[in-house]
């Protein structure tokens, strides 16, 4: 980062405020709408202080009900504005699944484009804060699968205003899912002006010639603890941070398995039809005359997130991650 | 309290075409000939979508018959820049709204160019997911309120949508938010094949509104100028910054659910016959004409002309298109450019295996 940008130091959830806060300034057509939101700053206060900034017509605190507040968001962003819509938990989003998948993504196509919806959908999502039930899911790719959406999921701060920015500009629904279990992991420089990072690209943690390593949100911290282990055993990683899941950013996934010829992608989702498997797909499409050993997957287990006593032995450590390592290159 | 005392059923012409004694200024000969004018039009077009299905020229259809008084009474109480929010059986009113023809009975052949409105109406695609369209009625005309302009929305669905809850989900968003939106529920006795005391045990549906503290009335469906009168009212309120109403159009659908359903499975159409005999909505206007001395048949002659004429016209227009352009299926998922979409179109395209 260049001397000459004025930064601040900031957590991935002061990240989120500091870009909503950006966008209200900016465009006078976004709106904050959700649970909470209003007065109480939000559960995680991603919208503190907003409400005193920009007041009840543009922080708005909505009746609880999910399928309500984006179903009737979905008429603000059809009618001029670009709602920024919190749900509290990912867990909590499924009340308002039918809104998104027959309606949001469909508008532009079923009008050919002559109504659109630049909505923004935001969610906490995974494991590892001792939460309650259904607090903890990590459902992406039941969201990937819609067609009509873009699936954006920031790993640190810096990343999460700019793609948080980008994710309000963008002319169609976006999901914006935030690792919950690093909302606060620390602080990090983030720009104090507005900035934007585009949407479908992926961002590379650490370079190395062995393996290359895809994860996203809080997993991608896991991986790289892991990668630097096997760096201490001469094993070098690549390690991807994927930041949007659809679409996927496919040039640097082939690149770097081009590179490797060795492949692992760890996700906290359950394994059958994660996200993972598309990540398996391009390398097929793109690669597979490169690989020199099968594609690995370190994942949650195809069971419910259990409670928290047992989140741990859920989610994919670096442990885990670390035997990958070592069977892909074994192999 | 006894809720049919409460909504009592509002009614400015009877059955036989008289007038029931209530004053109401939109009575008038010119008004009714101008109503008989587009539920003629809107009854000759669903028996004609109805005739193209089973000829195999469009695909399963959803006939309103019977529900013209209500959904031309409803759509003429608006004007443009007001945003109407259809089912899949609400045509007439959005053909009385301004709806191209030609894209309605398109959207019926399976072509998504029938679902994008004439520029400057803003009228949705008829909505599958029932009363999911509530809430977009409600959002859009929330936009509306904070651009502080004084249109409004006005969102059709039937009497099953109220057991769903983006239909509670509706009313109370727009109730807490005193947002100027009219919902207009058409009551015709049946979901599909489930009749009304298994959808609901609440004597009306008007009496729903009381949940949100908004106002809900009770109309008599089949009687054009009381559902006009009472979407004026409701209109003028949600204009003048008074927020929601819940309107109630008891009507009955003569025929099936879609033409894919024999409603005599589930219900005695002996009922439909009596109703077509005693109730309906057109010869209730022709009688009150008569009555009134102003009946002229050879003018309800050229009514019926003009009226096949115009749909003869929309289906040669219609038929001019026999499927959609398969660029239409890539081109409007996303605003940007999304590979996956874009490489998929290629395919499609120029890669030979997927388009013959």
């Given amino acids: 980062m260049s001397t000459a940008v004025n930064t601040k130091k900031l957590t991935i959830v002061q990240a989120i405020t500091d870009a909503l806060k950006e966008m209200l300034e900016e465009d006078e057509s976004v709106l904050v709408l959700g649970e909470d939101v209003g007065k109480n700053g939000g559960v995680f206060r991603a919208t503190d202080g907003l409400y005193d900034l920009f007041g009840d017509d543009r922080v708005i605190d909505t009746p609880l009900a999910e399928s309500g507040l984006i179903g009737s968001s979905i008429g603000l962003a059809m009618n001029g504005f670009r709602p920024v819509v919190e749900i509290q938990f990912l867990g909590f989003i499924y009340p308002g699944f039918n809104q998104l ?12 484009s002559r109504y659109t919806v630049p909505l923004t959908i935001r969610a906490p999502y995974g494991s590892g804060v001792r939460a309650p039930e259904i607090h903890s899911d990590s459902t992406e790719a039941l969201f990937t699968h819609i067609p009509g959406l873009k699936v954006v999921i920031p790993s640190n701060p810096y990343d999460a205003k700019g793609l948080l ?94 590179r490797t010829g060795r492949a692992i992608i760890v996700h906290e989702a359950p394994s059958t039809g994660g ?18 050993a099968p594609i690995k997957k370190v994942t949650g287990y195809d069971t419910p997130v259990p409670l928290f006593t047992l989140e741990d032995d859920y989610a994919p450590d670096s442990k885990k991650i670390y035997r990958a390592i070592e069977e892909v290159t074994r192999f | 309290m006894d809720m049919n005392e409460k909504f009592p059923i509002v009614q400015l012409l009877s059955g036989d075409g008289r007038r029931t004694g209530a004053v109401c200024e939109h009575v008038t000969i010119e008004r009714a000939k101008l109503f008989y004018e587009h539920m003629v039009f809107s009854r000759l077009f669903d028996q004609k979508a109805v005739n193209l299905q089973r000829q195999g020229r469009i695909g399963t259809y959803a ?47 399976g072509c998504i160019e029938g679902c994008v409105p004439p520029e400057g109406k803003h009228i949705f695609p008829p909505s599958v997911p029932i009363a999911s369209q509530i809430l977009h009625a409600t959002g859009t005309a929330w936009a509306e309120q904070k651009k502080g302009s004084d249109r409004v929305s006005l969102v059709y669905f039937g009497d099953g949508a109220t057991s769903e809850g983006d239909f509670h989900e509706g009313l109370n968003f727009a109730s807490v938010f005193n947002i100027p939106v009219v919902f207009f529920n058409q009551n015709n006795g049946y979901a599909i094949s489930v009749p009304l005391e298994r959808q609901m045990k609440t004597k009306t549906i008007a009496q729903k509104s009381l949940a949100y503290d908004i106002p809900g009335v009770r109309v008599d469906g089949n009687d054009v100028f009381a559902v006009y009168d009472e979407t004026m009212k409701a209109i003028n309120r949600a204009r003048n910054g008074n927020g929601p109403t819940l309107i109630e159009a008891v009507t009955w659908r003569y025929g099936a659910h879609t033409t894919t359903d024999e409603p005599s499975k589930y219900r005695d159409q002996a009922e439909s016959k009596r109703r077509r005999e005693s109730d309906d909505p057109i010869t209730r206007l022709e009688r009150f004409l008569e009555i009134e001395g102003a009946w002229d048949s050879s003018w309800a002659e050229q009514v019926n ?15 001019k298109t026999v499927k959609s352009d398969e660029a239409l299926m890539f081109d409007h998922v996303f605003g940007t450019d999304v590979w996956p979409v874009q490489e998929q179109k290629h395919r499609f395209f120029y890669e030979g295996s997927e388009k013959g």
């Fill in chain 1, 275 to 292: 996200v993972s498997n598309d990540v398996m797909e391009i390398i097929n499409d793109t690669s597979f005359l490169y690989m020199r």
């Fill in chain 2, 63 to 109: 006939p309103f018959e019977g529900q013209e008084a209500s959904q031309i009474g409803s759509a003429l109480a608006m004007e443009d820049g007001d945003w109407m929010f259809p089912t899949y059986r609400d045509h007439a009113a959005t053909a009385a709204f301004g709806h191209s023809l030609k894209n309605i009975f398109l959207y019926w052949k």
């Fill in chain 1, 165 to 258: 920015i980008s994710s309000i500009k963008d002319p169609d629904p976006v999901l914006f899912l935030e690792p919950m279990r690093i909302y606060r992991a620390g602080k990090e420089d983030v720009p104090s002006e507005s900035y934007s990072i585009p949407l479908g690209k992926a961002s590379r943690k650490r370079t190395g010639d062995d393996v290359s390593i895809f994860a996203w949100g809080a997993m991608v911290r896991v991986a790289e603890k892991a990668a630097e282990e096997a760096s201490e055993n001469g094993i070098e990683c690549d390690v991807i941070d994927l930041r949007t899941l659809y679409p996927l950013d496919k040039e640097v996934i082939a690149e770097s398995v081009q």
């Fill in chain 2, 305 to 319: 002309e003009e009226a096949e004429q115009k749909l003869n016209e929309a289906v040669i227009e219609m038929e």
């Fill in chain 1, 101 to 112: 998948i027959t309606h949001a993504t469909r508008i532009r196509t079923r009008t050919q």
